[in-house]
């Protein structure tokens, strides 16, 4: 099983961003998948979900209506488009399924 997260960066407020998760070793259309995130000092917390058929989707509060959690079940991907960026935005950003964690991308929101 492997989960491997691309696309962090650093990213002015206010800016944009794309996570990718490319996943491999499971039937991913099978499977939920999940963003979450860890920032210093700060427990991980989840960010988003998508079911397997991406029929139903959750967002955390703090990220409600600037990010949007997708996935390709072609290509065995699921995103997280970021919008409105925010330094509180700053952490590092895991790809989660039931059978593993990818080892994450950093995202640095900064002036």
């Known amino acids: 099983v492997q989960l491997v997260e691309s696309g962090g960066g650093l990213v002015q407020p206010g800016g944009s961003l794309r996570l990718s998760c490319a996943v491999s070793g499971f039937t991913f259309s099978s499977y939920h998948m999940r963003w979450y995130r860890q920032a210093p000092g700060k427990e991980r917390e989840l960010v988003a979900t998508?079911?397997?058929?991406?029929?139903?989707?959750y967002y955390a509060d703090s990220v409600k209506g600037r990010f949007t959690i997708s996935r390709d079940n072609a290509k065995n991907t699921v995103y997280l488009q970021m919008n409105s960026l925010k330094p509180e935005d700053t952490a590092v950003y895991y790809c989660n399924s039931a059978l593993g964690w990818g080892q994450g991308t950093q995202v640095t929101v900064s002036s």
């Open positions: 998508i079911t397997n058929a991406g029929n139903s989707i």
